[in-house]
């Protein structure tokens, strides 16, 4: 069974900075692509960032050179980095694996920023 878990959401200042967590399990985490998703209301939900198993990580162009995303396989661990925080970077978070053809996703976390 797989199961994702995210943590690290909160409130914070625009220009503050906040890590997500997410913790995997039922998956060998270290041969499975990761991303992180984020879904603001009234808005459709849209990938932020992408680590495969190895290689390059991708990130939307509203967050490059923002955020960073990163793996820990020792941990099944995936963390979203991010910095610099907007207003507009406002939604929940989703942690995101593709499993044998199917998309899971954890429960999310939510996202403020605002002074």
């Known amino acids: 069974q797989v199961q994702l878990v995210e943590s690290g959401g909160g409130l914070v200042q625009p220009g503050g900075s906040l890590r997500l967590s997410c913790a995997a399990s039922?998956?060998?985490?270290?041969?499975?692509?990761m991303a992180w998703f984020r879904q603001a209301p009234g808005k459709q939900r849209e990938l932020v960032a992408r680590?495969?198993?190895?290689?390059?990580?991708t990130y939307a162009p509203s967050v490059k050179g923002r955020f960073t995303i990163s793996r820990d396989n020792a941990k099944n661990t995936v963390y979203l980095q991010m910095n610099s925080l907007k207003p507009e970077d406002t939604a929940v978070y989703y942690c995101?694996?593709?499993?044998?053809?199917?998309?899971?996703w954890g429960q999310g976390t939510q996202v403020t920023v605002s002074s």
């Open positions: 680590i495969p198993s190895a290689g390059i990580t």
């Open positions: 039922g998956i060998i985490f270290s041969i499975r692509p």
């Open positions: 995101n694996t593709l499993y044998n053809g199917d998309n899971y």
